[in-house]
């Protein structure tokens, strides 16, 4: 009986682990997604209003899904601490410590922290938008590696554990 419960939870305890996996991979592209759509949003302020940077930061802070929201609502906390280190360097901060991106994607928003802020508004949404179209083609990619590699993720957890179950038995 030991035994059996034994295995039951070895095999448990690998197809979670295949399913664990395989959300983590579509967490980052709905996270590629979220900061995509955030973008949209700076460059929509940009091109209308060209608010000053707190403001923007703000107003879209405001209207953004998460993880975009929290992004920029940090970058906005973050503008107080302008006086000390400049907004590219809060900006770079804040890319790094935002959770749920893939590595591509912080690669990809990391130049914009040097253009917010210290161009003409017209320059800044240009920037801005080039960001945000190479965001959503590697959503695009990360959602179509999510669907292939998370059942090869999914196959490998329950496999795994059904071997485990064969071996224990």
Request: some cysteine; overall charge positive.
């Amino acid at each position: 009986m030991i035994r059996l419960m034994g295995a039951v939870l070895a095999a448990a305890g690998c197809g979670w682990l295949g399913l664990r996996g395989a959300g983590a991979l579509r967490e980052q592209a709905r996270g590629t997604w979220g900061m995509a759509a955030g973008l949209a949003l700076l460059e929509g302020e940009l091109e209308l209003d060209a608010p000053p940077l707190p403001r923007l930061l703000e107003r879209c802070a405001r209207r953004a899904e998460e993880p975009a929201k929290r992004f920029l609502t940090r970058c906005a906390r973050g503008m107080d601490r302008l006086g000390e280190v400049p907004f590219s360097a809060v900006w770079r901060q804040e890319v790094e410590e935002c959770g749920g991106l893939s590595r591509a994607c912080r690669e990809t928003l990391l130049p914009l922290g040097d253009l917010l802020g210290r161009r003409e508004s017209r320059v800044q949404a240009e920037g801005v938008a080039q960001v945000r179209r190479r965001l959503e083609e590697l959503a695009g990619r990360e959602q179509e590696e999510s669907r292939r590699q998370g059942r090869v993720l999914q196959v490998l957890g329950l496999s795994g554990g059904a071997f485990l179950v064969i071996l224990l038995l």
